[in-house]
């Protein structure tokens, strides 16, 4: 028999989860790096030690997503899919700024049940800058220099803030900081960041891959392909090339 004071109990249903993991992007002149560990967890309980969070679209884009890992498994299916429809309509890659929009319109459609993804877009535009576009779960986007999200977001971003933007530095006398910073130094930026974030959070660490994007004049092809653990990853020749780098980051 059930006591009458008794506390009710409510039973709701949640679909969704927080698998951890951080990405990040930041834009140079002409090339873009977009970052993500691949620590897949939830709680203190890790899933798995691979599970990418940056995928490749075109040569001349790349999307990183994290949040809930089933959701945003299934979003990157559906955008490559429009991708693939487009190209074979229009026989070219759709542009990064329109691929932005299109990520955009498919976010907001879901808005009353939505993707539980922040993704983060980067890539070259067709003038040959670099380009980063953050959107929150329900479409809200805007371009940027750099930005990060995830587990790791609240160390991270204060960082690329001071390194990339150079916010609470002061230049010495009679110079100036720099508008775009070399790739050598962006990509050792991206590395100390998902270092000291392995440091601090739990739910981030086991490996580390960089996307690297560049446009066709880029003279940052034999940096690159002087380093270790270097990947080409591009579809066609004579544009923009796309390359990924993969580190070990710590596993406990």
């Known amino acids: ?9 409510q039973h709701a249903f949640n679909p969704y989860t927080e698998n951890g993991g951080t990405i990040l992007a930041i834009a140079g002149a002409d090339f873009t790096v977009i970052a993500g560990d691949t620590r897949q967890s939830e709680g203190y ?5 691979y599970a990418p969070k940056v995928f490749k679209l075109t040569d001349k884009a790349v999307l990183a997503v994290n949040g809930f890992a089933a959701d945003g498994n299934m979003f ?7 991708l693939e429809w487009y190209k074979h309509a229009h026989a070219k890659d759709m542009p990064i700024r329109s691929i932005a929009r299109l990520i955009q319109t498919m976010l907001y ?11 983060i877009l980067g890539g ?7 380009a980063v576009y953050s959107f929150d779960p329900v479409g809200s986007y805007e371009r940027e220099a750099c930005r990060a999200a995830g587990a790791a977001q609240s160390l991270v971003q204060p960082f690329l803030d001071n390194q990339i933007y150079f916010k609470n530095q002061t ?3 009679g110079t100036v900081f720099p508008q775009h910073l070399p790739l050598e130094t962006v990509l050792s930026i991206v590395i100390d960041s998902f270092t000291g974030a392995t440091e601090r959070h739990i739910e981030v660490g ?18 690159l392909q002087s380093q270790r653990g270097v990947q080409e990853v591009t579809a066609a020749t004579g544009g923009e090339r796309v390359f990924i780098i993969r580190r070990d980051l710590k596993k406990d």
């Open 171 to 173: 230049p010495a006398p």
């Open 1 to 9: 028999m059930v006591s009458m004071t008794q506390q009710p109990h």
């Open 45 to 49: 309980s890790i899933q798995t030690r």
């Open 109 to 119: 459609a879901r808005r009353f049940f939505p993707y539980y993804v922040y993704n």
């Open 206 to 223: 086991d490996g580390l891959e960089m996307y690297v994007t560049l446009s066709p004049s880029s003279p940052a092809v034999g940096f």
């Open 124 to 130: 070259i535009e067709e003038d040959g800058t670099g």
């Open 76 to 82: 990157v299916k559906k955008v490559k899919q429009r």
